[in-house]
């Protein structure tokens, strides 16, 4: 009950200076500057802009190291939309634990910060005071962040972390709607060694004679291998041939019909095509399967728990905003 006199209060500054904005010249209305300092204020905590693009920096360095133009500005743009969101919530989370008089004792934060000084802080405890002079903040300021942190880890581990739950029946019956999500098709990993015919029907006997010859040589023990890296004219000569896996619809109908007589290890005959001569050679093969519960069932669980954590989330600062005030003054980033 105490909080509602400065949200009314609030309310009214954010009114009133919506009011002066609209009716005055931008060029010479000072309550616009301070207005334009403000992306959002939750109760009577502002959040300004540059706070939102301090918390955005690494992201939108990430995206300026692969984007540009246009592109890159409507990353910039989402980046900080993602960013005043995040911030607000956290405004919202600590405005719940003041509601609730959640607090942490002295000796939790102390301890929690001791913890970072030894895992990040080679210089101890003067190289965490070294680092936040850097940064122009004092230690009183950072151990309020810390709290702060901690408050807002507890709160949403109880309202939404312990909340959510996935039984062993829900991620069964996750797994039979999804069953043909799982399903494989029959893959083969091939090697290919090609050679063109020609132009004259005396230079495609020639290379028939040629396939015949290294055909025998595979057979009595040559790599594969090396003479496709020798000989062939074809696809990823210099890998050896090696197609990779893919699974026999891609390959051309005549070499997909020579692979299903072939087992792993088996070379083809020559295999001649109206240009060119093949010799393939089945590495392995792959059955189609689908993919069994024991083998998705934790990779799904995560799904499903990310799922149920989100649209928990999303319930919860519904309720949060009901029960605070909040306000969007800056919601594209300037």
């Not at 029946?169 to 083969?188: C, H, I, K, N």
């Not at 090609?194 to 290294?214: D, F, I, Q, T, Y």
């Not at 519960?293 to 989330?313: C, D, H, P």
Request: net charge neutral; aromatic share 4%.
């Amino acid at each position: 009950m105490r909080a509602m006199p400065a949200i009314i209060c609030m309310r009214a500054i954010v009114s009133v200076l919506l009011l002066t904005v609209a009716a005055t010249p931008a060029s010479t209305a000072p309550e616009r500057l301070l207005l334009d300092g403000y992306a959002a204020v939750v109760n009577d905590r502002p959040i300004l802009v540059s706070d939102v693009l301090r918390y955005v920096q690494s992201a939108d360095r990430q995206a300026a190291r692969t984007l540009s133009g246009r592109e890159l500005d409507e990353a910039l743009q989402r980046n900080y939309q993602a960013g005043l969101r995040a911030l607000i919530e956290r405004e919202l989370i600590l405005a719940e634990a003041e509601r609730r008089k959640l607090d942490l004792p002295d000796p939790v934060v102390e301890g929690h910060i001791n913890q970072i000084v030894r895992e990040r802080f080679e210089g101890g405890r003067a190289g965490l005071l070294a680092a936040l002079a850097a940064e122009g903040m004092s230690y009183e300021e950072y151990r309020r962040q810390i709290r702060d942190d901690l408050r807002v880890m507890l709160l949403r581990r109880q309202e939404v972390g312990d909340r959510v739950t996935v039984s062993p029946a829900q991620l069964y019956s996750a797994y039979v709607a999804r069953l043909e999500s799982y399903r494989e098709p029959e893959q083969v990993r091939i090697r290919l060694l090609v050679l063109r015919k020609g132009s004259s029907a005396e230079e495609a006997e020639a290379r028939r004679r040629l396939a015949e010859s290294l055909r025998e040589r595979i057979r009595r023990g040559e790599s594969f291998a090396d003479l496709a890296r020798q000989f062939s004219e074809g696809p990823a000569a210099d890998q050896g041939g090696d197609l990779g896996w893919r699974p026999p619809t891609e390959l051309r109908p005549e070499l997909a019909r020579v692979v299903k007589t072939l087992r792993p290890g088996e070379v083809s005959s020559v295999i001649e095509l109206p240009e060119e001569l093949h010799l393939l050679r089945l590495e392995a093969r792959h059955e189609a399967r689908v993919r069994p519960f024991s083998e998705v069932a934790l990779e799904l669980e995560r799904e499903l728990i990310k799922q149920q954590t989100e649209q928990r989330m999303e319930e919860w600062m519904s309720e949060l905003r009901v029960r605070h005030f909040v306000r969007v003054l800056q919601e594209t980033r300037p």
